[in-house]
């Protein structure tokens, strides 16, 4: 079977700069989506259209196509004493959740000094061009309680919606 809208595929995946530094990777734990659900980036999702399994893809992505720009608006800096965590979480590197009267975001601390915390809410790769180098393991048809949810459903997962 190839890559299709509402195809179910296993993919394991390496993202690396142009250099051929590893910045990410699905190590040897595949992971799943839907394709035509946007879980994907578009560009990949693009390129996986009509692979099968066994196939290897690479694929150069321009910062616009990967993870975005980099949006200095999402860099602020907070008074340390706003953010009501605890003292191991203020460390360079930390992700964080926070939530706010619009929603949650992810947001990543970049420097701290001693009275403010940087805070970024660009992805961590955003701004750079990347490459991926995909394997597909596996693609199959959706089941209609995947196409429902709108997310696959890997086999030994548990996935009791109500």
């Known amino acids: 079977m190839n890559i299709t809208n509402n195809a179910i595929v296993s993919m394991l995946y390496a993202v690396t700069s142009p250099s051929g530094e ?3 990777t699905s190590g040897d734990e595949p992971i799943w989506y839907l394709h035509g659900a946007d879980q ?16 290897k893809v690479e694929v ?22 706003e953010l009501e965590l605890p003292e191991e979480a203020f460390v360079v590197g930390n992700e964080l959740e926070l939530e706010d009267d619009t929603g949650s975001a992810i947001v990543t601390i ?3 000094d001693e009275d403010v915390v940087t805070l970024d809410g660009n992805h961590p790769l955003a701004g750079r061009a990347v490459t991926f180098k995909v394997e597909v ?19 030994g997962t ?3 919606h109500a």
């Open 22 to 24: 590893v910045l990410e």
């Open 158 to 160: 548990d996935h009791d």
């Open 110 to 112: 970049t420097e701290i």
């Open 60 to 81: 150069d992505l321009s910062p616009a196509e990967a993870f975005g720009e980099h949006e200095e608006e999402l860099v602020s800096k907070v008074p340390r004493s």
């Open 137 to 155: 393991l596996e693609v199959r048809e959706a089941t209609e309680s995947e196409l429902e949810h709108g997310h696959p459903h890997p086999p």
């Open 40 to 55: 994907l980036l578009p560009g990949l999702e693009k390129v996986l259209e009509s692979k099968t399994v066994g196939d």
